[in-house]
């Protein structure tokens, strides 16, 4: 709550954090939260309250993100937490996801729409094989930026040999993953240091502090605007009179830039066309990029339907049904070859049969178990899928959105599986 | 919308605005019989106004049910039935009345008419068999409603179980239900209170007139401002006096209270929200306040 500044002229970081309970993690957050000013009275006393009750000797500002009742009574957060906060520069939506083992599922699901990974690590333990494991999945979700946060240097007398032990361990690890953006900030987030105002005590740090660096990390480029990729999510026809002609493709730009006279291919028929205008809301528009919801519409009365795709005539997905991907398998029945599985593909919807484990990846040491036969829950491995339908994809490398997909247990309607399209 | 975008950025708004617009089309094309609650409250017309552009120039595809707790302001039912008119929508109305007549909900004289809109609501859902709700839910609102999704999936007794929900990937929405389920989505997961002002200012849409300040008889009560009615019959020692004031939430007016406030625009109210020191409901949602995991209970047996 920050400043007055509205929303107009503001962007927005989604971030996902990844940590265990006891790297302070929800201290951090706590800690952002109330350092942008972002908590109010109401919340705080209450947390302020609860703290005096358990008769600790500081406020826990972890109380102010641990949500449900049964995470409070056993103390560990489940699933995934969304939280809010703003700076007048910026609005910041946090996927904050539990750091245990078992929750590799929750980690990827936080990851998936995240502009900037943060991982937590404790400056008394160095990196751990978990700080290793959320960096690994991190890379694999392809987000974009990367930050290490060495937490709790008040515990370590803010001593610069650990932050730069830790720091030179973290790079060398980080040489075989891909990340296009690393920076490494040493702080104490229940002190404050260098989370949102400058620490006196690591006056030999030169880097930015947390705050500042979320604020200004360029997130801009990180999209695709070559690649013009529109799947049709939604035909409008508004049967009156006064539209009487109307027919308008509906959905949200995944890719690319496309204006009026664009010569366009509808994929998976390959029928051509050009667009006639693009519309948002009541105002035609000149240009379209992701991630807008626009409605388009074709020169030619070619039929395009859900889970087609508009792209350019010479730069466009080759529709196939034979798919090699990255998975994450999220269920406790593991996954088999000669699975059948639902499959969700942007907006198209189809079949897939699992062809074959080619390995599962040990997450922590990026080794390749190519003896594996299935991959159990919590697992990631290399899967080739035969669809129903052809998928009009992208590798997720080049494009998240048209680069992904979720498997569907048909006979629970479980979401149990997320892809990641290899190319 | 600007006209051009010199840099390809679109502002942290138009970002939030795009993705729900998706999510609208989404659940018009997966669902067989969604329908949208609405309370007549401003987070409700921020999603009529996002349906609206959703599927413009055709009308939303879609009715819109409202629970009506018989103690509605009457301010917020007139806002609802311009929205209703302008855009020609079917309105299914749920009486908490009718069914405590019904004996589909028992009021025990104990029970808040909101709690009492758990079991109208569902029992509504039930009869028109509708597959799919939209409500306002935010999960900035409340420390239980961060751990919400989307698409929120409801059993054959409309509970919510957080233990038990769908991962939800990218913007990927797994819409698949068995007989007699339904899901809730939220399409406004997103959206902070501030964004729902600035939102309603940039839009120009209309919202109750009772968020803006005016002249209001009300008295004190669990420290809150309550509105002196008949169907808040004052207590020992309650006194209700003229006050200016405004809401920052509608609701069950038994339970809504105002805050003493001038701002009678919506950038004044934007500067008042902005500086607030106090959540929307921890002000003024008497039914929050019964224990700090309430909405957490609420949530498990069905509530928005």
Known sequence: MAGTNTGYGMDLLRFATAGSVDDGKSTLIGRLLLDSKSIFEDQLEAVEATSEAKGYDYTDLALLTDGLRSEREQGITIDVAYRYFATPNRKFIIADTPGHVQYTRNMVTGASTADLGLVLVDARQGLTEQSR?????????????????????DLVDYDEVVYEKIYAEFTQFATKLNVPDLEVIPISALQGDNVVTRSENMAWYSGPTLMHHLEHVHVASDR??????????????????????????????????????????????????????????????????????????LEDDVDVSRGDMIARVKNAPSPSQDIDAMICWMTTKPLQPRQKLA???????????????????????????????????????????????????????????????????????VTVGAGMING | ?????????????????????????????????????????????????????AFYPAKIPFPVLQVDTGFDFPEVLATRDNWVDRLGVRLIVASVEQAIKDGIVVDDGKTSRNRLQIGTLLNAIEENGFTAAF??????????????????????????????????????????????????????????????????????????????????????????????????????GEVAEERTVRFRTVGDLTLTGCVESTA??????????????VTERGATRGDDRFSEAAMEDRKKEGYF
């Not at chain 2, 919308?1 to 993705?19: F, G, I, K, N, P």
């Not at chain 2, 009678?264 to 020191?277: D, H, L, M, N, Q």
Request: hydrophobic share 35%; charged share 30%.
């Open chain 2, 135 to 236: 409500g306002g839910g935010r999960r900035d609102e409340e420390k239980a409603r961060a751990k919400e999704r989307v698409y929120s999936h409801r059993d054959e007794f409309g509970q919510w179980d957080p233990k038990n929900q769908r991962p939800e990937l990218w913007s990927l929405y797994n819409g698949r239900l068995h007989e007699g389920e339904h899901m809730r989505i939220f399409p406004i997961s997103n959206w902070t209170e501030l964004d729902i002002w600035d939102y309603i200012g940039r839009e120009g849409i209309e919202i109750p007139s009772i968020y803006f300040s005016h002249q209001r008889r009300v008295f004190q009560r669990d420290g809150m401002l309550l509105t002196e009615s008949e169907h808040n019959p004052l207590r020992d």
């Open chain 2, 264 to 277: 009678g625009t919506i950038p004044e109210i934007i500067e008042e929200v902005a500086v607030a020191r």
């Open chain 1, 343 to 413: 499959i969700k593909h942007t907006t198209r919807t189809g079949r897939a049969l699992v062809k074959d484990i080619q390995y599962r990846l040990d997450v922590n040491t990026l080794h390749r178990d190519q003896a594996t036969n299935e991959l159990g829950v919590n697992e990631i491995g290399r899967v080739t899928l035969r669809t129903t339908v052809p998928l009009l994809c992208d590798p997720y490398s080049k494009n998240r959105t048209t680069g992904s997909f979720i498997l569907i247990d048909e006979a629970t309607g």
């Open chain 1, 224 to 297: 695709d605007l070559i690649d013009a990729r529109f799947p049709v999510q939604y035909v409008i026809r508004p049967k009156s009179d006064e539209f009487h002609d109307y027919r308008g493709y509906a959905g949200q730009i995944a890719g690319g830039v496309l204006k009026p006279g664009d010569e366009v291919v509808v994929l998976p028929s390959g029928m051509t066309s050009k667009i006639a205008k693009i519309d948002h809301f009541d105002t035609e528009i000149p240009e379209a990029f992701p991630p807008m919801s626009v409605t388009i519409h």
């Open chain 1, 133 to 153: 494991r959320h960096a690994v999945i991190l890379s694999l979700l392809r987000v974009p930026h990367l930050v290490l946060a060495v937490n709790k240097m």
């Open chain 2, 1 to 53: 919308m600007a006209q051009t975008h010199s840099d390809y950025r679109l502002s942290q708004l138009d970002q939030l605005e795009a993705e729900s617009i998706h999510i609208f089309r989404e659940v018009a094309a997966e669902f067989e019989k969604p329908v949208l609650m609405f309370s007549g409250g401003k987070d409700s017309i921020v999603m009529m106004r996002l349906a609206e552009k």
